[in-house]
């Protein structure tokens, strides 16, 4: 079989262009490095799969330049309820309004979303995508992975300098790299049935907590919904793709034969995580490093959530602002986040999935009884949720502020403010793809030594003065101001700093006058001194 040294060397490889792939590949064509992605399939499969996205996704969409556009084709959701068949309501968790300056729920229908990623490719000439192209193989080095791709029969090998499985729940390069899946499967199958052209929209997620058929029913954009219908012991998959008793399930709802049918398929949910997520220069990502129940909502989302933590680093890395070893932070911080994501997912799928009369009895009592206890928020505003933060990664973790929401390893939250100008934007676009410090009541410059600007300079960093209100008229450059006083809430007060990573999780926190020493310690880790 012919073999052809490919000439073109790009800085990064990756497998698998769905919505985690072409993700990753639009924010490392931001940051202007060269990609190739490729995928086996001729295009994008046309099938709802993921159904809805939080906040974090869409700050992450907002951060690759395709937030806006996003926005038009994603509804909101205005909550979720559990439903008891013997006592109603058992929880209603409100997802209205917005946290972060996004939706705090929205439903997607996902070839919509893969679509709105590869156009936002278009807009770098160094990002290519070479479809029905099929991964074979790869070598690792110090300084290269050599991939093996066939494409239209010929062998081609690859050089690159990163190599990013985004292969989904068979991963070839999990395989390849002996990196096992622990964790579990279901025993139970569902059947997904997705139809789209229902007679009314659907603004809420409802978990039909039935201990005959447990039963989640969930909006898509448009006047699309899915349900996912429990199997009873005994019942097959052949049997439930009959349409006659997919009329019988969805009865309730309408006629089957006034529907249109989008997919309908019986399917196994698996609660699971890799081994290792990526170390050297091979990485893993979304699907192909953890495989997350659907009951929460965040399979896709923990999977950008993987594209926005490791982009950055990468193209820091590859600029030759960071040593290589911030890449170790990626399995790291993200390894035990999509852990916590999967166990809330199994924890509310246990709550859905009761199938004992007996246990809903108890159930149901027991989530009575917490909606006057003060667990109730945990149950009515998505506190169940964990946040995106970790306990260990490339931040300093002991700095913290006094009275302050703002802390090492967390998100930094995002707010509208107003630029000289007069105009407002929302504050993660001044604060751009950088690494970048930002000042509440004291301008950085203004405490920075100037030694401490320069290496923050060769760091790639960039400074932003968030004024309040009275302040702002005395600044004229690098400022915005704080008119709803959001930042002074999350702040806590005034004099005080942040170095925020260009996900946007916090590096570091302080008070002006150890801004200095808080720059000089970062830059240490930054260079592979991890803490």
Not at 192 to 212: S, T
Not at 342 to 349: E, K, N
Request: hydrophobic share 40%.
């Amino acid at each position: 079989m012919e073999e052809v040294e490919e000439s073109e060397k790009p800085n990064v490889l990756i497998v698998g262009a769905g919505p985690v792939g072409v993700l990753t590949a639009n924010l490392l064509g931001s940051e202007g490095i060269p990609v190739l992605l490729i995928d086996e399939n001729p295009g994008i499969l046309e099938i709802p799969r993921a159904i809805s996205l939080d906040q974090d996704a869409l700050r992450i969409l907002q951060a690759s330049g395709l937030g806006e556009e996003a926005s038009k084709i994603m509804p909101s959701i205005s909550c979720v309820e559990m439903i008891s068949p013997y006592v109603g309501t058992l929880a209603k968790i409100n997802s209205m309004g917005s946290m972060d300056g996004h939706p705090r729920l929205v439903s997607i229908y996902q070839p919509d979303l893969e679509r709105l990623l590869r156009k936002g490719l278009e807009r770098f000439d160094h990002v290519k995508l070479w479809s029905e192209c099929t991964y074979l193989t790869h070598i690792e080095s110090d300084s290269e992975v050599i991939v093996k791709v066939k494409c239209n029969g010929t062998t081609y090998r690859i050089s690159t300098g990163f190599l990013l499985g985004c292969d989904g729940a068979h991963s070839r390069i999990r395989e390849k790299q002996g990196w096992k899946l622990k964790g579990s499967a279901y025993k139970e199958d569902w059947l997904i049935l997705d139809v789209e052209d229902m007679p009314n929209a659907l603004d809420k997620v409802e978990f039909i907590c039935d201990p005959k058929r447990p039963i989640a029913h969930v909006p898509g954009p448009g006047k699309s919904q899915r349900w996912e219908f429990l199997l009873r012991n005994g019942e097959t998959r052949e049997e439930m793709e009959k349409p006659e008793k997919v009329a019988e399930l969805i009865r309730p709802w309408g006629e089957l034969s006034s529907m249109k049918i989008q997919r309908k398929a019986v399917y196994r949910f698996q609660a699971k995580t890799a081994e290792c997520m990526g170390k050297g220069r091979v990485f893993l990502l979304g699907d192909a490093a953890h495989l997350t129940p659907p009951f929460a909502g965040q399979g896709l989302v923990s999977g950008m959530r993987d594209s926005f933590n490791l982009a950055w680093k990468i193209a820091s890395v590859l600029r030759k602002e960071a040593s290589k070893d911030i890449l170790l932070s990626y399995n790291v911080e993200r390894k035990p986040h999509a852990k916590k994501m999967i166990r809330l997912a199994v924890f509310l799928g246990s709550i859905i999935m009761t199938r004992s009369r007996i246990a809903a009895f108890f159930r149901d009592f027991l989530m009575k009884f917490l909606s006057f206890t003060p667990a109730r928020p945990y149950l009515s505003d998505l506190r169940l949720k964990p946040d995106n933060s970790f306990g260990k990664g490339l931040f300093l973790k002991k700095n913290t502020l006094k009275n302050s929401s703002i802390s090492p390893g967390s998100v930094f939250p995002q707010a509208p403010l107003r630029l000289k100008e007069g105009n407002w934007e929302l504050s993660d676009s001044l604060l751009g793809p950088n690494l970048c410090i930002v000042g509440y009541g004291v301008h950085p410059s203004q405490v920075l030594s100037q030694s401490c600007i320069e290496i923050w300079k060769k760091m790639g960093g960039r400074i932003l003065y968030i004024s309040n209100q009275q302040q702002a008229s005395e600044i004229a450059s690098n400022f915005a101001e704080d008119v709803t006083s959001s930042f002074m809430k999350f702040f806590g007060g005034a004099d005080r700093f942040a170095i925020v990573r260009p996900d946007k999780i916090v590096a570091a926190v302080s008070y002006g006058k150890e801004v200095d020493d808080t720059v000089l310690r970062f830059a240490e880790i930054y260079q592979g001194k991890m803490p």
